[in-house]
């Protein structure tokens, strides 16, 4: 179906709307739109002719279309709940394309910004999407998910901002759910926040099978009541992070497989390629991978760069709980664990997992009890190759330890020597 473009705050763009339909369909041009599925935006009121949420009800209607905004505010304020953009949230069950030239669309706390429905696709283009806040009981179904943007269809996020965004049980920023596809390209997810049912990826999270790729873009300042502050990834999910930094988030957790401050991987498979891992936190009780933890799943890390993230318990880069871990290329410095009970400041291994470093670099990290570079399990296998570990601190074993009787370490074809 043809799409129509729809032009905000511009005499001109919507005299020749009107034009348009005047030549087209005479009514509809009292009631600022048309046949064609959309309406010209020209206010940043709420609702009524000219409104972005009429175009996006004209959008869905048509099937498709694509809304032109301009550098303003468009602010939500009508309450309600319901699937068709009437109120409450901008439901979007079409094919919508925002241009937005450097608008903000705030939800003013009394939703969520955007509805993706299932089938549906949105495209957004230097949009700020804020103030919005999930609404309903926590469920797999996006009930209380996606402060910002809740994804059952096709997402693209391109050169815009979602920020200040919250919801209770995951996704502050984005909830991308069973059977979505999200992209997030040259953009910023930021200051964004989940909790406490669970409280899950406070800048994106992913629930169910679904695939998610945030490329040169920042992830920066988001918080989590559990795991993921930044990202979140499900035991059936695909996410790639490519080109992009996460620093600065945080993931609260009080348990030992809790934390996981920049990213978290719940079982699925997750990329990190060309990127930048730094100043993330996972500050729970026994909060482990200050950077990065993966659970159980297929992390890959690849030229990358896991820099000045810290946990409580373990793994202050990267904690590695069972499942299989592969760096390669990739710099581990001065990341720092302690002190319940502070192993692995590096990088830490827990249970019967395989964890292989490749031609990267260990350097500077510290933890408050046993190995401050590397730390392995009594049952997990770890193999370092043509790989620099020195220079870093701890108690006992300040660059490499071997936990118990496990003879399963090994630093380019020698046995790390077990404690036992």
Do not use: C, K
């Not at 509809?28 to 002719?49: I, K, L, R, Y």
């Not at 939800?107 to 309903?136: H, I, K, M, N, Y």
Request: aromatic fraction near 2%; charged fraction near 15%; hydrophobic fraction near 35%.
């Amino acid at each position: 179906m043809r799409s129509t473009t729809l032009r905000a705050g511009t005499v001109a763009g919507a005299s020749a709307f009107a034009l348009l339909l005047l030549a087209a369909t005479p009514a509809a041009a009292g009631g600022g739109s048309g046949g064609s599925g959309g309406s010209t935006v020209t206010t940043t009121a709420d609702g009524g002719a000219g409104s972005l949420r009429a175009a996006v009800q004209a959008a869905n209607a048509a099937g498709s279309g694509t809304v032109v905004l301009s550098p303003r505010t468009y602010r939500l304020a009508l309450a309600g709940s319901d699937d068709t953009a009437a109120a409450g949230d901008l439901d979007v069950t079409g094919h919508l394309v925002v241009e937005g030239r450097g608008a903000t669309v705030d939800a003013a706390r009394l939703d969520r910004v955007f509805d993706v429905r299932p089938g549906a696709s949105l495209t957004l283009r230097q949009v700020t999407v804020t103030g919005g806040v999930a609404p309903g009981q926590p469920s797999a179904t996006g009930g209380a998910s996606g402060g910002g943007i809740l994804n059952a269809g096709t997402l693209a996020v391109e050169r815009s901002t979602v920020t200040g965004n919250s919801a209770v049980r995951a996704g502050g920023g984005i909830e991308a759910i069973a059977g979505s596809t999200t992209t997030v390209t040259r953009s910023t997810l930021s200051h964004n926040a989940t909790g406490p049912t669970p409280g899950n990826g406070g800048g994106l999270h992913l629930t169910g099978t679904g695939t998610v790729h945030v490329d040169r873009s920042h992830v920066v300042g988001n918080t989590a009541a559990a795991e993921g502050g930044g990202l979140w990834n499900s035991a059936t999910g695909t996410m790639t992070v490519s080109g992009s930094t996460v620093s600065g988030n945080t993931a609260r957790g009080p348990a030992a497989d809790n934390g996981g401050g920049g990213l978290f991987n719940d079982g699925g498979r997750l990329t990190v390629e060309r990127s930048e891992v730094r100043d993330n936190v996972a500050d729970g009780a026994a909060g482990s991978g200050g950077g990065l933890l993966n659970d159980s799943g297929t992390l890959t890390v690849t030229r990358t760069v896991v820099d000045g993230n810290r946990a409580v318990r373990a793994g202050g880069g990267i904690e590695a709980d069972t499942g299989t871990t592969t760096l390669e290329r990739t710099t581990l410095t001065g990341n720092h664990t302690g002190a319940n009970p502070g192993n692995g400041g590096g990088l830490h291994l827990t249970g019967a997992g395989t964890v292989r470093v490749d031609r990267g670099t260990v350097t500077g990290n510290s933890a408050a009890n046993e190995g401050g570079g590397l730390w392995n399990s009594e049952p997990g296998t770890m193999t370092v190759t043509r790989t620099e570990v020195s220079g870093n601190t701890a108690p006992v074993g300040p660059d490499v330890f071997q936990d118990g009787a496990g003879r399963g370490f090994t630093l380019d074809g020698q046995r790390v020597p077990g404690e036992a």
